[in-house]
């Protein structure tokens, strides 16, 4: 069946990338957007569920930060452990706004979103799966086929038909790490870099005291164990399996599971009575495609590997492409240019907003994975701040707001990030186990001449 009376912006994709590009381009425009998804909404998302500040910013501006309320946890009290065990926890009142994780489930968060997007004008189509995408040269519009599911009681098919086509003049891939889309319209080629994995530790179960903690363990470096505790007291445990890992799904459910187990710190942290819901994995496409747009065609989001690198975050990255999206659909509708180049702005804007930033996640993970001891010295510097303060010292500081996603990594080798007080810890470091292994007196003997 065919509908031809085509939409301007078709959007693939309900997650927050789809559905925050799907709410600026009805609040910005008089648009006709529309948004497929195969899902029905609520529907579940494998995620840490972490949400950060630039998120809960853009959430406030659509003003669904004050509904989500009840049902988000702020974390801002919690620690870290470095590959060696040592550890450091912060306590909640010290850290700065920017550093706050909102914890939500993702089926209320995702579904807000996309609710938003249709008060403010978007047609939302659930249960759509999209089979096919082609552009009509002719025509000059997007021919998107689907087949659709059957809903609940008065979601029901007004036809018998399972097949639907719709018409769109420029079209948004929002289909996530796997992105159909993409693949097909030759945007990415490879599968996504890396898979991640979590579960929900049960409230009652754990004993977990802080907000939130992460692990970096050897078997998983340079990725990391996190630990979160959700507004209804479970604890959100995710494997972060990010690149540079090479570890496949089946084998991230199983490392979550052992680690769940038998590592001492893990749990130490949720004791031995923690239950576990049953793990899940998925995928994460990282560091952004080197091209993310096509005539009358942008991807935001997972589908454009909006995640970074080292911490395996990509919400806000998906709600602040959604934002740039509309922003360059809206000028090229005005425009009456839709061309590669006009949609290529995207691509530049992106790369500037937060593209540098994945380079150094890129970087930094590597660093870690080859000299996992840098961690430690992190660590270590953080903790003997701390100590000397009483209060969040500025390389803390610096370093969570880094993590968070609210500073580019870049940052990081600036002065007040203090790299000389690390590589100073590091070469101290290294002077101890140079003597404690009894080295010196062996260096002294070869120096002294003795041997002669
Ligand atoms: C284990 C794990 C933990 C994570 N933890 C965090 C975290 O704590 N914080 C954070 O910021 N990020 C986290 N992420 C990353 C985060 O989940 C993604 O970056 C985010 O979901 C991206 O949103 P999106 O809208 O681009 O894609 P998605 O949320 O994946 O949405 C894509 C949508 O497209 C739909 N779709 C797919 N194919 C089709 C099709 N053929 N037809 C129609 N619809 C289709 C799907 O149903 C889905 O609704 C985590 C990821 C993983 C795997």
Not at 250 to 267: C, G, K, Q, S
Not at 294 to 310: I, M, Q, S, T
Not at 408 to 432: A, C, D, M
């Amino acid at each position: 069946m065919s509908h031809l009376d085509p939409f301007d912006v078709a959007v693939v994709g309900g997650g927050p990338g789809g559905s925050t590009t799907a709410y600026y381009l009805c609040k910005c425009s008089n648009l006709k957007v529309a948004l497929f998804d195969q899902a029905r909404f609520p529907r579940q998302k494998v995620c840490g569920e972490g949400v950060a500040y630039a998120s809960q910013q853009i959430l406030g501006e659509m003003g669904l930060l004050e509904k989500l309320q009840p049902n988000i946890h702020y974390c801002s009290a919690g620690g870290l452990s470095s590959p060696s065990g040592i550890s450091y926890v912060e306590t909640s009142t010290r850290g700065p706004a920017e550093v706050r994780i909102a914890m939500v489930h993702r089926t209320i968060l995702d579904t807000a979103i996309l609710r938003r997007a249709e008060q403010e004008g978007c047609r939302v189509f659930e249960g759509h799966h999209t089979t096919k995408v082609e552009y009509d040269t002719t025509s000059a519009l997007w021919v998107l086929r689907f087949c659709v599911t059957p809903g609940e009681e008065g979601n029901a098919l007004e036809d018998s038909s399972r097949e639907r086509t719709y018409h769109a003049r420029a079209l948004v891939a929002a289909d996530g790490a796997s992105s159909n889309i993409c693949r097909t319209l030759g945007l990415v080629t490879s599968p996504p870099q890396a898979w991640s994995s979590q579960s929900y530790i049960r409230a009652g179960t754990h004993r977990f005291q802080h907000d939130m903690f992460f692990f970096y363990r050897p078997s998983i470096s340079p990725g990391y164990v996190s630990l979160f505790t959700m507004a209804n007291g479970d604890v959100n445990m995710c494997v972060y399996a990010v690149p540079g890992t090479g570890l496949k799904a089946p084998d991230v459910v199983a490392l979550h599971e052992r680690l769940l187990r038998e590592d001492p710190l893990i749990r130490g942290a949720l004791g031995p009575e923690a239950q576990s819901s049953p793990i899940k994995a998925g995928p994460l496409r990282c560091g952004g495609n080197r091209r993310s747009y096509a005539r009358a065609l942008l991807a935001v989001g997972d589908a454009a590997g909006f995640v970074d690198p080292l911490t395996g975050e990509g919400i806000h990255w998906a709600m602040v492409s959604g934002q740039l999206a509309a922003r360059t659909l809206a000028e090229g509708f005005a425009k009456g240019d839709l061309s590669a180049r006009q949609m290529g702005r995207y691509q530049t804007g992106w790369r500037r907003a937060f593209g540098r930033g994945f380079f150094w996640s890129s970087v930094f993970a590597k660093a870690i994975r080859w000299c996992p001891i840098l961690l430690d010295a992190v660590v270590a510097r953080v903790r003997a701040d701390s100590g000397a303060s009483g209060a969040i010292s500025p390389f803390a500081r610096e370093w969570a707001l880094c993590f968070a996603g609210t500073h580019s990594k870049v940052r990081l080798l600036h002065p007040r990030s203090n790299t000389s007080g690390i590589i100073s810890w590091l070469v101290g470091q290294q002077k101890k186990q140079f003597f404690g292994a009894g080295q010196w007196q062996l260096a002294r003997f070869w120096m002294s001449g003795d041997r002669c």
